[in-house]
């Protein structure tokens, strides 16, 4: 995946092009809002992270440009304003996602993956399979190994979400996001409990566990550990 | 200190300074604008009253005098000139303020007191006909002014050679007028006086209370909060002033006191993790086994997320402290946001062994920012699990151990949220709506002591409130918002 970084913190653009570079991804990077945006023009990458304050023309304004010029790369706003309007100016401005400085390495690289696959058209895919675990979109049912598991509707959302990011991991606050359509912290890990209660039910009697978690990360579906 | 307090107390250094400063006040210059309206209105009466010599006769002594030349225009008519002349003479002798003159055609005096006739008045030869006129004149001396005096006379032609003038001296009238006019001056002259010497007084009096206003404002700015504009028992504006600014001390006070505990408390909720974080980093960095190294980098991380999530928390509270947050309200439905926040709960009061129940059936659209409004039923839902323990399993009886409750009024939409855990007590209920309070002094259960003034905070930027009531027991919090219909216009 090619990904470009527009961000002017040098500190920051070489841990994070390491860190992209090692999780199999290549990062460009540009450290200022001129600069970036003549990068982004070329639609050559798959994603582009962007800082909201940058030198020579802010973020937001880049974003926009973008858009107006008909764009639609998947945008991935990093900032440190971290206020509640802030993240709205950011989706307004055409932002895909929106993160908060500091945030976790593992938090952008999860964002990152779930814009990617976001712009591509497999939204309408009527149902998902993992292993022997179907979701079926359309009559809403949920079965293992032919067997029915029953679910609340807000389970139901949590593992759809889950198996459309199906073997990559997905945080606790983009489940919270995207699942609860909540932009705060919830004080309590109360994801891990709505998690463990939906792990008893696909995966209890059954000898290979699907709901994985990654420790430091989030959780994952998939086959693998 | 002492410095402030010396250059304010000092006093203007001359009377004229200090008269200057006060004729500059405000209550002395409308004394004064009064006092001079007050002038112009007497002058205006007094000319309009007294200004002429003329305007002291009165229209009544006209017609005497008129009556009086008829009939010795009448007597020598019948009786012939001479018999006029007998009748003026004989009135002439006996008169005090009356005047007559008859003289001939001629000029001559023929009978009366007045020695010559005045020249204010139109000569006997310049008479013709039976018309009367007249007029003010001087008599007496002519040569000395100060020994002339003032009258009033007609003159009328009688038979056909002869004029006669009647007249009345004015000078009692005169003497009243200028009493008049001296009373008018001296009340006039009094009032004046007394408008501006109370203008003054007002003046001094506003200076001196306003000085101790400058001088209490004086030493707070110099740091020392317990003064206080001290109040009279008048109740005047100026007294309001004062109990508005004390208002606003006291609120300044128990804000700096806010602040001071809040450092101390950020001292403890900020430094014990920093210096945990601190602690493990450089045990992790000594570490010969790479596998507890990294595990110990791993709590360094976990101790850094807390603390970015202290920190986030009191930037959203001064966020919204410092006012409305523009385009960032929606329109939505409170009910099933109240129910969604309560279901995202509901597992994790089981897993604590508490059950919760929400009772939010009725519909309520809100005007607010629902991630706001979110965050804030979470707090409270989140406080009710951490802070009232489990209960026993012998009052299962007694329901929920949580309750939310949503209760649509006219004007206000109430969320609560009620525990049977050990409450709050009623002293401590305002407390606990600060930053960084947490009851209990150890602090050591997790949480970052922001939730409940978030939870104020949130009430406050939309026009609500927050209160917190005993639920007996246990404690109930309730958050009160305003309706969409009021709301709405607000934004």
Redesign the interface.
Known sequence: MRILLIEDDKETVRYLVKALAESGHTADSADDGEQGLALAREGLYDVLVVDRMLPERDGLSVVRALRAEGIRTPVLFLSALGEVDDRVKGLKAGGDDYLTKPFALSELLARIEALVRRSQPEESEPRFVVADLVLDRLSRRVTRGGQQIVLQPREFRLLEYLMKNAGQIVTRTMLLEKVWDYHFDPQTNVIDVHISRLRSKIDKGFDKPLLHTVRGAGYMIGEGG | MGETRDTVAAKPAGWSRSLAAMASTRAFQQAAIFVAAALIAGGLVMWLLLGRTSDLVSGQAIETMMVEASGIADVAEAAGPAAAIDVVARRSKDATSRLYLLVSSKGTKLAGNLERWPDALPHADQRSGNRNSGGVFEYGSTVDKSRARSAAGIVRAISKDMTLLVGRDLSLQQEYAAQVRWLYLAGFGALALAGLAAGLIASRLAMRRIGEIVVTSDRIMAGDFTQRVPATSAGDELDRLAGNLNAMLDRIESLMAGLREVSDNIAHDLKTPLTRLRTRAEAALRDGDPAQARDGL?RV?ED??EL??TF??L??IA?LEAGP????TETFELDELVR?VA???E??AE?AGMTLVCHADEPAIVHA?R??I??AV??LI?NA??YAPRSGSGDRHAGADITVDLAVAQREVSISVSDRGPGIPAADRERVLKRFVRLEASRTRP??GL?LSLVAAVARLHGGRILLEDNAPGLRIVLALPRQDEKGRHD
């Open positions: 791993g991380i850094a997320d970015i999530k986030n928390a930037l959203l966020r947050l523009e385009g960032s969604d279901e995202l709960y597992p994790v897993e920012n991630q706001l979110g965050q979470a707090n989140d699990i951490k949480g970052t939730g």
